[in-house]
C-alpha cells in the first residue's frame, strides 16, 4: 500500500500515513496525540496548520475551518487525507513532545454527581457551564472556595478528555484537611464550583514506543486513568500493566472501568497487591513485590503517582531494577499547592 508521510514541525519527526488514512489517525497509531473531538469535522478541535505539501480536506463544516483559516493554512486532522510525498504539520516542541494549553482561572462547572469510591475517596463529576477547559490526560486542576474560605487544592482529572466536557476528581479525605473534608461533607450534586488549569506535565510521551508499567496507590490512580484511557483509546499496542496498591479489597476502586479496558485491549493488564489482607493478585508492598514481578525494567516506560512517600519509594525500587530517568514519570501527591507554572516555549499559542 502506498503511503505519504507526515513531517511534525519544529521536531522533524516523520510518521507514516497510509493512502487512504487521516492525519489524525496515522499520529494516533504513532502515539502523538492531537486533541480531538468529533472525528467528523464538525468541532474544529484538531485544527491545526499545515506548513507544506498537500492534503485532501474531505467535508466539513465552515463553522468548524473557516475561509479565513484554510486561507491561513489550517486544516481539520480528522477528515485530512494527506494525497502525496510529505505533509509538514506545526505539532508539539522540538522534542515532540506535546504543547500544553494555556490554564485558565475560575472556570464554572456543576456537580453532576458525587459517587462514594470507597470509604476515603470521592468521586466528583464535573459538568463545565461554557467551554470545555482543555488539558492532557494526566494534568490537574485546582479547585477551592475563596467565598467560603476552603483554601485551593489541586485534584488529579481522572478522565480523558471527551465531547461533553466532563471532569472526574477522586479525592481522598485527610483527616484534618480542611479542603479534602469540604469536597466530602459540604459539597452537593448540583453545586457550582470554580476550577483553574490544568496544569501540570504528567502527560504520556509520545515517542515512546516502550512496554508501560504504570504503578498507583489510593487516589493516585486518577491520573493514571486518564493516561491509560486516552492512551488505550488511540492504540496504543505495546503491553500496559497497572499494578494497584491498596490495603484491603474495599479499598480497590474503578473496577468496572479496568475490567472494561481488561476485556477491550488485550495488551492491558490490571493488577492489585494489597498490604494488609491476604487475597489480591499479589500481596505486600509494591517495592517489595516488584523485583519478582519485574525484574528488568530497562526498556519500560513507567508512570508512578500517589502520595510523595509512595512515590519516592517507587521510585527508589523502580531504579534499582534498572529503570531509565528518561522513561520515568512521577506525580507525588506534595503538599505544596502553588501550580507549576507550564515551561517556558511548551504553551499553546
Ligand atoms: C499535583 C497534585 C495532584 C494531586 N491530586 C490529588 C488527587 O487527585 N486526589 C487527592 O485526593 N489529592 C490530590 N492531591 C493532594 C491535594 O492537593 C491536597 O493536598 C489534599 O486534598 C489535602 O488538602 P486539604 O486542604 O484537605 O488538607 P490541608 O488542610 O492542606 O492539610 C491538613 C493536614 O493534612 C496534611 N496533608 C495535607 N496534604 C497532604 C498530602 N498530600 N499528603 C499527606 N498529608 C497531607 C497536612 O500536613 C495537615 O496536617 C494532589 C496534589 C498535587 C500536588
Ligand atoms: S475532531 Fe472535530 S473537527 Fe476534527
Known amino acids: ?47 491545526i496548520k499545515v506548513r507544506s505539501g498537500t492534503f485532501d480536506q474531505g467535508m466539513v ?23 502525496a510525498g510529505v505533509l509538514e504539520i506545526e505539532w508539539g516542541t522540538d522534542d515532540a513532545q506535546p504543547k500544553l494549553f494555556p490554564p485558565r482561572e475560575a472556570v464554572s462547572f456543576v456537580v453532576v454527581d458525587l459517587l462514594k469510591r470507597t470509604s476515603r475517596i470521592l468521586e466528583l463529576r464535573l459538568c463545565p457551564l461554557g467551554n470545555p477547559l482543555r488539558y492532557w490526560p494526566g494534568q490537574y486542576v485546582i ?19 471527551g465531547m461533553d466536557g466532563e471532569i ?15 469536597v466530602h ?64 479489597e474495599s479499598d480497590v476502586y474503578e473496577r468496572g472501568r479496568l475490567a472494561l479496558w481488561q476485556a477491550r485491549y ?12 491476604n487475597s489480591g493478585d499479589y500481596q505486600g508492598r509494591i517495592t517489595e513485590i516488584l523485583p519478582g514481578i519485574f525484574p528488568d525494567l530497562t526498556e519500560y516506560s513507567i508512570y ?7 512515590v519516592e519509594d517507587c521510585i ?15 506525580e507525588g501527591f506534595h503538599r505544596q499547592q502553588s501550580p507549576e507554572s507550564p515551561p517556558a516555549g511548551r504553551l499553546m499559542t
Request: aromatic share 6%.
Open 143 to 161: 479547585l477551592g472556595d475563596s467565598e467560603n474560605e476552603i483554601p485551593p487544592r489541586a485534584y488529579s482529572i481522572a478522565n480523558a478528555p
Open 61 to 83: 463544516l465552515d463553522m468548524a475551518l473557516s475561509a479565513e483559516d484554510r486561507a491561513e493554512g489550517y486544516g481539520l486532522m480528522c477528515m485530512a487525507k494527506p494525497t
Open 185 to 248: 461533607d459540604h459539597l452537593q450534586v448540583g453545586d457550582r464550583v470554580k476550577l483553574s488549569g490544568p496544569y501540570g506535565t504528567f502527560i504520556g510521551d509520545p515517542s515512546a514506543e516502550t512496554p508501560v508499567l504504570c504503578l498507583a496507590a489510593g487516589s493516585g490512580l486518577a491520573p493514571i486513568m486518564a493516561l491509560a484511557e486516552a492512551a488505550l483509546a488511540r492504540g496504543f499496542r505495546q503491553p500496559v500493566t497497572l499494578l494497584f496498591s491498596a490495603p484491603g
Open 304 to 310: 508512578i503517582a500517589g502520595s510523595t512517600a509512595f
Open 316 to 330: 527508589d525500587t523502580v531504579k534499582g531494577l534498572g529503570a531509565r530517568e528518561s522513561l520515568l514519570h512521577t
Open 1 to 47: 500500500m502506498e503511503t505519504s508521510r507526515i513531517r511534525l514541525y519544529p521536531s522533524g519527526y516523520e510518521v507514516e500515513c497510509k493512502t487512504g488514512e487521516t492525519v489524525l489517525s496515522a499520529l494516533e497509531q504513532a502515539g502523538y496525540a492531537l486533541p480531538n473531538n468529533c472525528r467528523a469535522g464538525a468541532c474544529g478541535e484538531c485544527k
Open 266 to 277: 488485550r495488551n492491558f493488564r490490571f493488577v492489585t497487591t494489597l498490604t494488609r489482607e
Open 168 to 182: 472526574m476528581l477522586q479525592v481522598s479525605r485527610v483527616d484534618d484537611g480542611t479542603t479534602s473534608q469540604w
